[in-house]
């Protein structure tokens, strides 16, 4: 039987505990992943406070044990027609994504991928804007994201960076 190589895309903006869940349920289905960081070129913005190297340590970090997978970062084009093809070009072959969106299920669907839709985790509590919001406003938000990530914003000076711009607002 061949492997089943999995596509999943996210901000990471930060990467939580509903994306570690994400993680493993798309783990159990397929025998690789490769994680697509969007919006690489994006930092220090509110939406997207982290760099896209902070993005990935964070993952990293946090899927200490996952040995089967590749992240990758995929830069914005701001171009619908043009973006699966963009994704298509940075990565190397993919059978299946995994989507929550109806941009990213509409587009790979319409570029002939099979898409799976994922479950969304306690979207709630399980939120970037959530966490940076908690962050900012100076309330626990350490229980809504793996270690790896508590480690990389601490080491990064995160939580002022994150107090900083939302003063900007």
Known sequence: MPEVTALLVGRFQPFHNGHMKLIEHVANEVDY??????????????????????????????????????????????NDRIWVSHVKRILPEFDVVYANSDREIRLFGEAGFEVKSTPLFSRDLYSGTEIRRRIAMDEKWERLVPQGTIDVIRSVDGIRRIKELSLIL
Do not use: C
């Open 33 to 78: 992943l490769l994680i697509a960081i969007g919006s690489s070129q994006e930092s220090h913005t509110w939406e997207n406070p982290f760099s896209a190297e902070e993005r990935k340590m964070m993952v990293q970090k946090s899927l200490r044990v996952f040995k089967r997978y590749e992240i990758y970062e995929i830069p914005d084009v701001n």
